[in-house]
């Protein structure tokens, strides 16, 4: 089905896709608003964007949006085989661990070859929370 993405396929702007059975999926809800949006940097900064409605945004168009930040107002991140781990110096002790999964085939309709899932687990090994995103070329 796939495996941990390397370090290159991570790199870019990415989009969750929503699917009709999120609230079932997902135990919990620390992000709620339905449409979101990522960029993973080279340099292991990530970014992220949430609105209620959504939007057709190029990789150029978040580029632009994603400026509005200052560096070191952007979470980092590391890639460690499948356990990408995002913390924010900003935020005592803050950390996000997720389990990571770059599909390498289509599923479904909804899960497609280049899709990423991140899993959240609430430190007990229980995965509460999915995030499915694709790729904005």
């Known amino acids: 089905m796939g495996g941990p993405p390397t370090h290159s396929e991570l790199i870019g702007y990415w989009k969750k896709i929503n699917f009709p059975n999120d609230g079932q999926l997902n135990k919990i809800n620390p992000w709620p608003q339905k449409y979101q949006w990522f960029a993973f940097y ?3 900064k990530v970014q992220s964007m949430m609105t209620d ?3 057709d945004y190029n990789s ?5 949006i994603f400026k509005v930040f200052s560096n070191n107002q952007i979470p980092d991140y590391k890639l460690q085989g499948q356990i990408l781990t995002i913390t924010n110096d900003q935020i005592k002790d803050y950390q996000e661990l997720w389990g990571v999964n770059l599909f390498a085939t ?3 309709e909804f899960i497609k070859k280049g899709n990423l899932v991140m899993t959240l687990d609430n430190g007990s090994g229980e ?8 790729k904005i070329e």
């Open 42 to 44: 080279e340099n292991g």
């Open 53 to 55: 409605e959504d939007y």
């Open 60 to 64: 150029e168009e978040l580029a632009t």
């Open 106 to 108: 289509d599923l479904n």
């Open 127 to 134: 995965i509460v929370y999915y995030r499915f995103l694709t």
